[in-house]
């Protein structure tokens, strides 16, 4: 679809670079800040009072949940859906999966069960 030419350009005529590309730090960190989202990545957690299998298998049984996690994987429908899908209608933007778990933001969607 496009037909790129590259070209070298030094770094003092580059006007679109980035201040702090030009503003290193004095001292480098010993270690890597680590993400919020990685703290709480399901795949971290050692002990917790419900493993993924169990959360795997609590979705799969529970009627609305399971339909959620179509929804997710597939999109939502474009019609009203029925009032047990609401709360996870308002706030489908912000659900997605891990694992074949529902995630909403950075948070494990339990099932009933």
Request: proline share 10%; glycine share 4%; net charge neutral.
């Amino acid at each position: 679809m496009y037909n790129y030419t590259i070209e070298y350009k030094p770094g003092a005529e580059q006007s679109n670079a980035d201040a702090l590309s030009r503003l290193p730090l004095p001292v480098s960190p010993r270690t890597t800040p680590v993400l919020a989202e990685t703290v709480w990545s399901m795949e971290l957690l050692n002990s917790t009072p419900l493993g993924v299998k169990e959360i795997q298998a609590g979705t799969r049984s529970d009627i609305v949940l399971s339909q959620v996690v179509k929804f997710v994987q597939h999109g939502w429908p474009d019609h009203n859906t029925e009032e047990p899908f609401q709360p996870y209608l308002a706030r489908k933007e912000e659900l997605s999966l891990q694992d074949r778990c529902p995630i909403w933001r950075n948070r494990v969607v339990d099932p009933r069960k």
